[in-house]
């Protein structure tokens, strides 16, 4: 899932840093002025890992992962408990055949629970991270454009690309720590519910 979560941001953040930036800068430059466009360059897993919001997005997503994994536990112990019992031959001959059907029964439907439950589950985080690229993304995007458009030593940025878009770039082209206090800033200014808050 980890792999899984760091190629979705990579692949979310890498189109739309360069979409949506490489459209500020075609509005921005003009190429018949002969100036050499100024870039700079972010660091996406940087984003998610120092952010706020990267932050909270994977604590919130390895919450929702540890939920689910317990849940999985405890159908896996339910299962293990039954094929125990299945096994144990002297068990099984102080019990009546009905009693011995019924938890054979019992561990085909719970073996098919926690099946399913895998499968939804899969699903549910695959879910979760779309959702988090897609807001890491926006608030990536909202930050980059922030940092394009202030001034450093009266030079403005031309375009800002993802590191992963890049095979190499010079370091002191890298905004990356500028875009974190940004997206920091975006963050803090957006209204949160409140604990006590009732719903």
């Known amino acids: 899932m980890k792999k899984l979560r760091h ?12 979409f949506a930036l490489s459209c500020f800068a075609q509005q921005n430059w003009n190429p018949s002025s002969g100036q050499a466009i100024k870039i700079g360059i972010v660091n996406t897993k940087r984003c998610l890992d120092e952010s706020k919001l990267g932050k909270q997005e994977q604590a919130n997503f390895e919450k929702m992962k540890n939920q689910m994994e317990s849940i999985l536990q405890d ?3 339910d299962l293990e408990e039954i094929e125990s019992k299945l096994n144990d031959d002297d068990y099984m001959d102080s019990i009546s055949e009905d ?28 879910q979760a991270n779309i959702k988090i690229v897609q807001k890491l993304t926006d608030s990536i995007s909202k930050a980059s454009i922030q940092v394009a458009q202030e001034p450093i030593n009266g030079q ?7 590191d992963e878009a890049c095979t190499f770039f010079s370091p002191q082209l890298d905004v990356t720590d500028r875009i974190i206090a ?13 604990p006590n808050k009732k719903r």
């Open 7 to 18: 190629w979705f941001l990579g692949l979310g953040t890498l189109w739309a840093c360069t």
């Open 75 to 77: 159908k896996e112990r």
């Open 99 to 126: 009693a011995a059907n019924e938890l054979k029964r019992k561990k085909r439907t719970i073996r098919q629970e926690g099946m399913q439950l895998q499968n939804q589950y899969i699903q549910t985080l695959q």
């Open 156 to 162: 403005t940025l031309d375009v800002i690309f993802s």
């Open 182 to 194: 940004k997206m920091n800033a975006i963050y803090d200014a957006e209204p949160k519910d409140s």
